[in-house]
């Protein structure tokens, strides 16, 4: 059983992409589907897709590499973790990596990117960082 849902996404992402692998599966949660969702729109990630076998969800992610086949992700770390929440506020979370990087976080809002919640004025739950 998988205590931490977030983390062994983030793992089989960054595993996947160690390993040069054009596309892996993570579990489905609400959280988990945000979260690609943010890697999408930032570019780290190709696609994604939510399919179903057995009753049971996934979620298809279609890994993004550059014109030497090295991966878009340079480093991807869960930051919150079961055991030791990580909280920050808005003004905490404005920048990451000089603008390089993401920070992802759970807001009030829901999850979102660290430019979205510094925008919306929230702070929150950092879930994990990526660049």
């Known amino acids: 059983m998988i ?6 996404s983030l793992t089989r992402i960054r595993n996947a992409s160690m390993r040069r692998l ?12 945000a979260l690609v969702k943010i890697f999408q729109n930032k570019g780290y990630i190709e696609s994604f897709n939510v399919i179903e076998e057995d ?14 086949g090295a991966s878009v992700i340079n480093e991807i770390k869960r930051v919150s973790k079961p055991g030791r929440r990580v909280y920050r506020g808005k003004e905490e979370i404005k920048r990451f990596k000089n603008g390089y990087g993401t920070i992802v976080v759970s807001t009030s809002k829901g999850v979102l990117a660290n430019d979205e919640a510094y ?8 879930l994990c960082t990526i660049w």
Do not use: C, Q
């Open 22 to 33: 054009e596309n892996t599966k993570l579990l489905h949660s609400k959280v988990i589907e």
């Open 119 to 126: 925008k919306a004025g929230v702070g929150g739950e950092v």
């Open 55 to 68: 009753k049971k969800k996934f979620i298809s992610v279609v890994l993004k590499y550059d014109e030497n």
């Open 3 to 8: 205590n931490d849902v977030i983390s062994d």
